[in-house]
């Protein structure tokens, strides 16, 4: 599959409720700022029908995602970058969306960075990786005899487990990269750090993380 193939999938899977990948934030009047890290081709902003007012932003490091996502809106300023170092000022964000996209980043630089980001009394959507889909993973993995990928799944597990005791992450030996499962309670201390409270966690179909930013500034974490 194409990356403009995998990505229109997204977009349709977004715009299908009943699909069971189906997953979408809540958008309130009160959100007429936002931010969507890890945006793709902007599938959540279009399929999200925002009103005229809504200034919506986008950003991935995939820069042929953000291409496609200018041929599909001209709703969303679509922006290359890291979740690590978002290139936006302090507190310009009403609502910062992440879908799926925090659990491959250096998790603590990445919260603080949307803390940063996030107006005071903002809010946050995170879909993140439990540790339920990620055993489901490792044991796919194994039973199909991928065994580079097993090998894989197992750091995402073993580095999944530091993150929620010591707060600390690794980058993957195979690939220099980061990716981690999250736990509510790992989750929670790091949205706190990062000048979040109210935090809700629905870890059902989909891990789904909600908080609000309150008036504290954030901590800093850099990888």
């Known amino acids: 599959m194409s990356s403009r193939e995998y990505h229109l999938r997204e977009l349709e899977i977004a715009q299908s409720p009943d699909d069971p990948r189906h997953v979408m934030p809540r958008i309130l009047p009160r959100h007429r700022r936002i931010l969507d890290i890890g945006c793709g081709a902007g599938q959540t902003l279009i399929a999200s029908d925002l009103a005229p007012s809504v200034q919506a932003a986008g950003l991935d490091i995939d820069f042929d995602a953000l291409l496609l996502g200018r041929e599909l809106t001209g709703r969303v300023g679509f922006v290359a970058g890291q979740a ?128 609000r930013r309150g008036e504290r500034p954030p901590d800093s974490h850099r990888p």
């Open 84 to 211: 690590e170092r978002l290139p936006f000022p302090d507190a310009s964000f009403d609502l910062v969306l992440s879908r799926v996209t925090a659990p491959l980043t250096f998790v603590p630089a990445t919260l603080a960075e949307i803390g940063r980001v996030t107006a005071p009394g903002g809010d946050i959507w995170l879909v993140l990786h439990s540790l339920a889909k990620t055993v489901r993973d490792l044991r796919a993995s194994l039973g199909s005899g991928h065994w580079k990928r097993a090998a894989y799944r197992s750091y995402v597990l073993a580095n999944g487990a530091l993150f929620h005791f010591t707060g600390r992450l690794v980058p993957s030996p195979l690939d220099g990269h980061y990716e981690s499962f999250q736990t509510n309670a790992a989750i929670s201390r790091e949205l706190r750090r990062a000048g979040f409270d109210d935090m809700v966690a629905i870890d059902g179909r989909h891990y789904v993380v909600t908080a």
